[in-house]
């Protein structure tokens, strides 16, 4: 069974950066797209930032130009890197496949919190 285990996050001010990780279990790692999805309070989830298989990456336009997403077949790992952070980039983040893989087995996401 597939496992996702999110870590990086943590309370910034606005402006500041942090770097989120995801460690993939389990997988078929090589053959998956994979995204970073985050929820706030009160919202649903929503995908920010997919990396394809071959590496060409797409981001909502919410985070374009701030956040980037990137990938390690050897290590299994997906990586977000976040800059410029807005208090509204609040949330939980979490990894899991992305289109045209149906995201399952949620991990425990990683807290990020942005004050002003």
């Known amino acids: 069974q597939v496992q996702y285990v999110e870590s990086g996050g943590g309370s910034v001010q606005a402006g500041g950066s942090l770097r989120l990780s995801c460690a993939v279990y389990?997988?078929?790692?090589?053959?998956?797209?994979f995204g970073w999805y985050r929820q706030a309070p009160g919202q649903q989830r929503e995908l920010v930032a997919r990396?394809?298989?071959?590496?060409?990456?797409t981001y909502a336009d919410s985070v374009r130009g701030r956040f980037t997403i990137s990938r390690d077949d050897a290590k299994h790992t997906v990586d977000l890197e976040m800059n410029a952070l807005k208090v509204e980039d609040r949330a939980v983040y979490y990894c899991?496949?992305?289109?045209?893989?149906?995201?399952?087995?949620w991990g425990r996401g990683t807290q990020v919190t942005v004050s002003s």
């Open positions: 990396v394809a298989r071959a590496g060409t990456r």
């Open positions: 389990g997988s078929t790692f090589s053959s998956k797209a």
């Open positions: 899991n496949t992305a289109y045209p893989d149906e995201p399952s087995h």
